[in-house]
């Protein structure tokens, strides 16, 4: 059984350029969650998220991030015209339900330029 | 002042030593406490997590909380190298609501 797959794990993006982060629950996962990592900082709270519903965004920026997960295929966190304090490791998690036990992937890492 | 305050550390002790995480939190709605590891580079693995005031044991760790002070704590027995991580405190008013991390903890142990 995979555990949570995010891809790609490393992302450069120019300033003003858009960002495609791709989260695959693990098998039997309903409950996406989004964190986002900054340098020397714990994990904040982006998005959660259940099949083609968004449950909780308070953690997302209400400007050029947004987040889904459709009934088919992963989930996925895009963030539109990138600026550099965009740069972090985005973190998803998931879960069969709503529950503290999430798993959560290796991360994408974002780095603008 | 933060939701929840993790001493950043780093914390460097001898292997076999007894080590002592812990966080403090202002939110009295936490109800679940969950403690992670993080490798360099990795991310989060779940430890174990409590649900309310006591204690929970797994293996050589063991984990407290007293709801009563607002703080948390995680033991770790006999240290090994390979505990060498960061550990992130985290904290939840509902199962299946978002968790609030502490700024997490370096630990080093040294052979």
């Known amino acids: 059984n995979a555990g949570v797959m995010q891809n790609p794990r490393h992302l450069v993006r120019r300033r003003g350029q858009e960002a495609r982060l791709r989260c695959s629950p693990m098998k039997g996962h309903s409950h996406v969650y989004w964190y986002r990592q900054l340098p020397e900082e714990g994990l904040k709270f982006m998005v959660y998220?259940?099949?083609?519903?968004?449950?909780?965004e308070s953690g997302m920026p209400k400007e050029r991030f947004s987040a889904e997960f459709p009934k088919e295929g992963p989930s996925i966190l895009r963030i539109q015209q990138v600026v550099r304090g965009d740069s972090a490791a985005y973190f998803c998690a998931s879960s069969p339900s709503a529950s503290v036990e999430a798993f959560f992937g290796q991360g994408t890492r974002l780095t603008v330029v | 002042q933060k939701e929840v305050e993790q001493d950043p550390g780093p914390l460097s002790v001898p292997e076999g030593a007894i080590v002592s995480l812990n966080c403090t939190y202002s939110?009295?709605?936490?109800?679940?406490f969950m403690w992670y590891r993080q490798y360099s580079r990795k991310g989060p693995e779940l430890l174990m997590y409590?649900?309310?005031?006591g204690n929970k044991e797994d293996g050589r760790f063991t984990a407290q909380v007293d709801k009563s002070s607002k703080y948390i704590s995680l033991f770790i027995r006999d240290s090994q190298p390979s505990d060498s991580a960061t550990y992130l405190c985290a904290m939840s008013a509902n199962a299946g609501n978002m968790l609030t991390f502490g700024g997490g903890t370096r630990l080093m142990v040294k052979p």
């Open positions: 998220l259940q099949k083609e519903n968004i449950i909780d």
């Open positions: 409590t649900y309310s005031s």
């Open positions: 939110n009295s709605a936490f109800q679940y």
